[in-house]
């Protein structure tokens, strides 16, 4: 009885913790402006189906794609075990779906097969960021923390898959005794390999067994309670993220309702725009940015897929699309934190651009789209750099030299040659 109340309490006050730092994300991301991707749902269903739970996205690069899937098959097949864990903790039973016999036999046995896919994918994966060091994984953005942050997460899946076959393994051994309550149920062909490595007496085993028992769920829970500190959340929001995704093709700017107001009454003197607040053009702080923005911020699972594919990263220039998400990301958290302490409104003189991401990384972008292609989710760091470039065109008036110069002459010649139109294809007649 002792044991159950503080399973029970544990579990409270697990899924309250997280559902206290959960809302606190949500909080964050509703600070963004308002966004419509809200329209075609069933497009945006099959996105969702197709890139997050299909992950068509990730076999660009197929080896570590197919340990992905072994990690992602595992962490949601195997956490359906976790229904049977807390029946049994509630109620102080054991394996109280053992009863179904041959199918729940079938279950274990899967169960054990992809515990040990996901514990060889986590080594693989640790081994491929700490010995041969991709470079992808390294980065000026990737500080201590960033590195830690998935080591910690893979040490942790290693941790509980090696309980959850050596829990099997003494459950068996317990079986084989037919010692208490621990009836013949399961199969069991990767830890069966474990028993020898498990002590031979009755008290020995149940001690290993519970010991493991309670690891695996603690370990679970405290995992619930990491993501929302972790990059490891896009595990929840890559779902709603796809589906809230972009739909238009890649490349295709938003208009700024302002802006089409004042052409429009340009062209039609009778037009009458409808009343509305002044708003900033384009973006200089989170706030100023969609919580569609904010969203891809703590989606972002730091891969470095797409700074790998970024021309202007890989010729040597200062932007990593990788390192404007998580900028947007540490930035929405400050200003969260800033909430939390002095209440909405409170102005800490620092924002997004300048104090976050420099000016050099926002023109080193050409708007080519490879990091939004290459994103295993769907998150798009162009649409950020876009917002912050129009604060500085349009509110600041300050660009590179090279971009006014092409300005005017784009407004004077309709070209961004510095030659007139008549004089255009005098290149054509000198050959």
Known sequence: MIAQILFILLTLSAIGFFA??????????QIGKAADRFDQPQKRVMTMLKVAFGQTKMFFRPIPAILHLFVYLGFVIINLEVLEIMIDGIFGTHRIFGGLGALYNGLIGSFEILALLVWLACVIF?????????????????????????????????????????????????????????????????????????????????????????????????????????????????FPNTYFSNLEPKGEFTNMQSV??????????????????????????????????????????????????????????????????????????????NIDKTGNGFDDGKSLLDDYITREEIWACTSCNACVEACPVNIDPLAIITELRRFTVMEESKVPASLNVMMSNVENNGAPWKYSPADRFNWAKEN
């Open 20 to 29: 206290y730092n959960a809302r606190k994300v949500i909080r964050n991301i």
């Open 126 to 238: 640790l081994i491929r960021r700490n010995v041969l060091k991709l470079k992808r994984f390294s980065g000026v953005e990737m500080t201590s923390w960033p590195k830690s942050d998935a080591n910690y997460i893979l040490i942790t899946e290693i941790l509980l898959m090696t309980a959850f076959l050596l829990m099997n393994a003494a459950d068996a051994k317990l079986q084989a005794l037919g010692h208490g309550h621990y009836i013949t149920a399961g199969a069991f062909p990767v830890s069966q390999f474990l028993q020898n490595l498990l002590p031979d007496t009755a008290s020995g085993l149940v001690m290993v067994e519970r010991t493991c028992w309670w690891f695996h769920i603690v370990g679970i829970f405290a995992f619930l309670n990491y993501l929302p500190y972790s990059k490891h959340f896009h595990i929840m929001l890559a």
């Open 260 to 337: 089409t107001n004042e052409v429009k009454a340009m062209l039609d003197p009778s037009f009458t725009p409808e009343a509305s607040e002044p708003g900033r053009f384009g973006a200089k702080d989170v706030n100023d940015l969609s919580w569609v923005n904010l969203m891809n911020a703590y989606t972002c699972t730091e891969c470095g897929r797409c700074t790998s594919v970024c021309p202007a990263n890989i010729t040597g220039k200062l932007l990593s699309p990788r390192k404007i998400m998580m900028d947007t990301r540490d930035r929405i958290t400050e200003v969260g934190k």
